[in-house]
């Protein structure tokens, strides 16, 4: 499961032109429920003095969010295959944190090193979910914990129905509302959706490699808010 090379390519290719726009159309299309689920999935999950990862960073809201709940006390690494997104993290942060380039299925950092890797609405955008799940739980210390927030694909056909009429004809019409005509990209995000896993799919791929993963669901399915524990 992913997005597989060519789809990806069409897809960061999409990202890199809807920056201007990003952290509002997002805030829109999630119905505000973006940072509260940012929140709930990051509390009791990143403790002051954790080494964390934001993979598939873009500004940073993940780490940002984490960095609030902990007071500060966090050190950052963002992650991210589109440099224009580093480079756009502004005044989100006091201290200007490390960054590095790159994709899921290739971290470029050593075994262990990560308290805790903060996924943010950017999983479902992995080439091959994997290879990227694996990525991580090798980056990850003994006990580190995985935070992935994002979409949910419901496990019950009427309600995913629901989630997909809303992806594909209500999401453009709000993004346009709320970004103008670049808003109008956002629904290639009716794409990764489509690839991504069913709810209890994508948990059964994280048992494969964690030892515990804590599910947590809103929006009846159609938001999650997931922790694995290796």
């Known amino acids: 499961m992913g997005l597989g090379s060519s ?6 290719q999409v ?9 509002k159309v997002n805030s829109y299309i999630s119905l505000g429920k973006d940072k509260e689920h940012r929140r709930r999935g990051i509390s009791g999950r990143v403790l002051p003095g954790n080494k964390i990862l934001d993979a598939g960073s873009g500004f940073g ?4 969010t984490a960095s609030k ?9 963002l992650y991210d295959p589109l440099v224009p997104m580093l480079k756009n993290t502004g005044t989100f942060f006091q ?4 960054m590095s380039c790159g994709v899921f299925e290739h971290i470029p950092f050593q075994d262990e090193k990560f308290d805790a890797v903060l996924c943010g609405y950017s999983l479902r955008d992995a080439i091959s979910l994997k290879i990227a799940i694996s990525e991580i739980h090798r980056v990850l210390k003994d006990g580190g914990r995985f935070v992935i927030v994002d979409l949910g694909k419901p496990d019950e056909s009427f309600i995913r129905f629901g989630v997909s009429f809303y992806l594909r004809m209500i999401l453009p019409i709000v993004a346009l509302i709320a970004g103008g005509r670049l808003g109008l990209k956002f629904g290639t995000l009716y794409g990764t959706y489509k690839r991504w896993p069913k709810n209890k799919k994508l948990e059964e791929m994280l048992r494969e490699k964690f030892s515990k993963v804590e599910f947590e669901k809103d929006l009846m399915g159609g938001a999650i808010m997931v922790a694995a524990y290796k």
Not at 61 to 64: D, E, G, P, R
Not at 69 to 77: G, R, Y
Not at 95 to 98: F, G
Request: proline share 6%; hydrophobic share 40%; charged share 25%.
């Open 69 to 77: 709940i902990c007071n500060e006390d966090i050190i950052i690494t």
């Open 15 to 23: 990202l890199s032109e809807i920056i201007p726009v990003y952290d």
């Open 95 to 98: 201290k200007t944190p490390d």
């Open 61 to 64: 809201n993940m780490s940002k």
């Open 7 to 12: 789809y990806w390519a069409e897809v960061i």
